[in-house]
């Protein structure tokens, strides 16, 4: 039975083999009437930006080299949103690159709810190339048993380039990144965007408890030294080893492409 409470009964179609090279991936969502507002175009935009910042690769591929881009599909971005862009039927397509079989469990689970008020009756992700049985392929078979498992999401790279450090915390997280060279002042915007795309990206990810789905904040807070920066999460309920993974990725990304990182501090509950 899926964890994420909008997937009962939805019909699930994927063929994916995660590669580091470019693909084509295709994402169909069937609801049951159209969406008060864009939902999911709005969530294929964010998912987009996840996979370019690191947060798709898990431990199967480096995070620098997560790239996706929209090729074709609603946005959501105009004013007022157009009859395409609330259903009920959706068909994106994307560009993708270094992004883990695993990651499709959170795109499924990001489009369940994207229907509102009406429920997803069928969700597609289908990439370009042949699945081969390999652990980087996943069909809606393995992923179905994948949706009942709290644990089975993007893991952590092997080796972050940074230090890490982890303590618990009595309710919500903080996350202190310091630098090994340059100006905070400098690279804050990126670091902060980056942050913010780690709760995107874990927004369907399970609770503390493994019992269903998380809950976080949505709005973090910032302060900066010349060479640190300091996240807070005044809210913080999702299970510490995928989520902490999801973060380590995202910074790892980070490091390697923006700034060098020299060590990381992650406080959650």
Not at 15 to 40: F, H, I, M, N, W
Not at 67 to 72: G, I, S, T
């Amino acid at each position: 039975m899926p964890i994420h409470p909008h997937l009962d009964g939805v019909l699930l179609d994927v063929a994916y083999r995660g590669s580091a090279e470019p693909q084509t991936l295709d994402v169909a969502v069937k609801l049951a009437g159209p969406a008060e507002v864009p939902l999911a175009p709005w969530a294929i935009g964010s998912l987009v930006d996840c996979v370019e910042r690191g947060l798709a690769g898990g431990s199967d591929f480096a995070p620098e080299l997560g790239r996706a881009k929209l090729l074709a599909g609603p946005t959501g971005e105009g004013a007022t949103p157009t009859p395409d862009e609330l259903g009920p039927d959706y068909a994106f397509r994307l560009e993708v690159a270094g992004m883990s079989p695993r990651f499709v469990r959170v795109i499924v689970e990001h489009l369940a709810a994207s229907g509102r008020p009406h429920p997803a009756r069928t969700l597609s992700v289908v990439g370009s190339l042949p699945t081969d049985g390999s652990p980087l392929s996943v069909r809606e078979d393995l992923l179905a048993r994948w949706l009942g498992d709290p644990a089975v999401y993007p893991g952590a790279w092997s080796d972050p380039g940074f230090r890490v450090v982890t303590r618990s915390s009595p309710r919500g997280a903080t996350v202190r990144v310091a630098l090994a060279r340059g100006r905070m002042d400098d690279v804050a915007a990126e670091l902060e965007a980056t942050f913010s795309a780690w709760q995107s990206a874990v927004l369907t990810y399970p609770n503390a408890r493994r019992t269903g789905r998380g809950v976080m904040d949505p709005h973090g807070s910032f302060a900066r030294t010349r060479t640190e920066l300091y996240a807070k999460v005044s809210l913080f309920d999702h299970a510490r080893e995928p989520a902490r993974a999801a973060l380590i990725n995202a910074l790892a990304r980070f490091h390697r492409v923006v700034a060098p990182i020299a060590s990381v501090e992650i406080a959650t509950p």
